[in-house]
């Protein structure tokens, strides 16, 4: 069902996945570390959003009768310069998968690979969605450094636990 050369594009994104998994850890411990539970927490959630990417698209490769191949990934930064840091590194890294992302839907077109390129409309929503998070959770980060109970509550009022997406795709293993 996929075609051939989004299979193992996709493949590749599942690394990327993977790797923003383990660099949004890296930044929840940084965070533990300087005792900012909930912004610790944030990121330890969004960790297992990432993993749940890449199994949502191991399951589409799985349904699609496509090789799944997963991929080593590089060991992610784990010391910061300051608080701001990981938040900062955390955008850049929001809008590169966003870059990822599209150009997956983009090949999805241009092999008239309709299945796939529907698959990828969720992650471009969602994309849309967590650029905006972190862009957010920037300027506070930054305009507020010196008053880590302003950006502690600011998590815990914005960005606490969101419901569940029932539109999202289904989670390999889950």
Not at 155 to 163: I, K, N, P, Q, W
Request: glycine share 2%.
């Amino acid at each position: 069902m996929a075609s051939d050369r989004f299979a193992e594009q996709l493949n590749a994104q599942i690394g990327n996945e993977f790797s923003a998994h383990q660099q949004y850890v890296a930044c929840a411990i940084y965070y533990d570390t300087l005792t900012m539970p909930r912004l610790a927490a944030f990121f330890y959630r969004q960790a297992c959003e990432e993993r749940d990417h890449a199994m949502m698209m191991v399951q589409y490769l799985l349904d699609a009768d496509a090789a799944v191949e997963i991929p080593g990934v590089e060991a992610p930064t784990n010391s910061f310069e300051d608080l701001v840091a990981p938040v900062r590194l955390a955008l850049e890294q929001e809008k590169r998968v966003t870059e990822q992302i599209n150009a997956l839907t983009a090949l999805a077109r241009s092999e008239n690979d309709f299945a796939s390129d529907q698959f990828m409309q969720w992650f471009i929503k969602e994309q849309v969605e967590e650029v905006a998070t972190m862009s957010d959770l920037l300027t506070v980060v930054s305009r507020a450094r010196h008053d880590v109970a302003a950006i502690e509550d600011y998590v815990a009022r914005e960005l606490s636990s969101a419901g569940e997406d029932t539109s999202a795709p289904p989670v390999a293993g889950a």
